[in-house]
């Protein structure tokens, strides 16, 4: 009987050592959601797409394309294709599709000045994309491009004083929030300060959650700050936003604004190798979000044309208000990034 209860005990220590290895990934819990990273490389001018297993702490390969323009892109995990911006003979950036089970490759877009910020919907029908117009410099609107039907449908096409900043799509709740402002404010800051000789001041941003069918369904706050980033939560109750303390400023914050009361609660302040914060994103448990980052000398002005020591994707914990990383770049720059489920 003793020998027995001897080996069960034996047992159950052996099941709770392993169900700690199986269950337990550097004492954090990992979003299952795995992760499409864009990195560019300064010397060799190459973007390469990757898609990271986080679980099994794993980088894969997916594409890699040379090209002298900025490009975002976003990966359908069901058809094995990604989707990117690329320029074209004409000088304009219009949207592709790469087959990667063939590595065919074909244009989908021709009627844009430019293409980025692409994202996909849940259903990986529809894709979502900030566009400039023909014959268009400054006006950004959100554009779509169903899959399966070829159309293209541009959000407030009329309104010629509205630019999107930014927008992120959330697949929890099939909506988007954008960040937009007023072209014509924007000029008439930047004129004042050149005329001044006085800082440029944060254009006044307007933030929207719309549906995917381009209605506008609640303005959620104005804001004044150098907004680099935003992301609605996953049950729609609040949205976080990053922004710069200056325009040539490296030091970022991350704050989180309740819809219903409106309450601001700080986050997260930019700190050591975290400068620069951009592209946050909440993760599908709304248990905390994940950022990109620049290591960077904090002492200094920033410069966009300076290369960062090593670009940081990472992952705020709210419950232990920690910060972990997920994903560097060495000498090169992560561009943006994209999840199966955020």
Request: aromatic share 12%.
């Amino acid at each position: 009987m003793k020998r027995f209860l001897f080996i069960l005990i034996i047992i159950i220590m052996i099941c709770i050592v392993f169900s700690k290895k199986i269950f337990s990934i550097d004492d954090h819990n990992a979003s299952e959601s795995k992760l499409y990273i864009n990195v560019f490389d300064p010397k060799s001018l190459k973007f390469t797409f990757y898609q990271f297993d986080q679980l099994q702490n794993k980088s894969k390969f997916l594409l890699s394309k040379e090209t002298g323009d900025y490009t975002a892109f976003t990966y359908s995990e069901g058809n094995n294709k990604l989707y990117f911006a690329d320029g074209i003979t004409d000088h304009t950036i219009q949207l592709f599709e790469n087959d990667l089970n063939t590595n065919q490759m074909k244009q989908l877009t021709t009627v844009f000045n430019n293409v980025d910020f692409i994202q996909i919907d849940k259903d990986q029908k529809i894709i979502f994309m900030r566009v400039l117009l023909r014959d268009a410099f400054r006006n950004f609107h959100i554009a779509t491009y169903n899959l399966q039907t070829k159309k293209i449908q541009i959000w407030e096409e009329e309104n010629n004083d509205r630019s999107v900043l930014d927008f992120n799509y959330n697949p929890n709740n099939n909506q988007l929030i954008v960040v937009s402002f007023s072209e014509n404010e924007d000029q008439k800051k930047l004129t004042e300060a050149n005329k001044n000789q006085t800082k440029l001041q944060p254009t006044k941003y307007s933030l929207d959650i719309y549906d995917i069918e381009g209605q506008k369904k609640k303005h959620i706050a104005d804001v004044e700050r150098f907004i680099s980033g935003a992301s609605l939560a996953p049950d729609a109750s609040s949205v976080i936003i990053s922004y710069d303390e200056a325009v040539d400023s490296p030091i970022s914050h991350v704050v989180e604004i309740d819809i219903q009361s409106k309450k601001v609660k700080t986050l997260l302040d930019s700190a050591g190798i975290y400068s620069k914060i951009r592209s946050v994103k909440f993760d599908e448990n709304k248990d905390g979000f994940y950022f990109l980052s620049s290591i960077i000398d904090e002492n200094k002005r920033y410069s966009i044309l300076e290369m960062p020591k090593e670009s940081v994707l990472s992952y705020y914990d709210f419950k232990k208000s920690k910060v972990r990383n997920v994903w560097r770049a060495e000498k090169s720059v992560i561009v943006n990034y994209s999840a199966e489920h955020f």
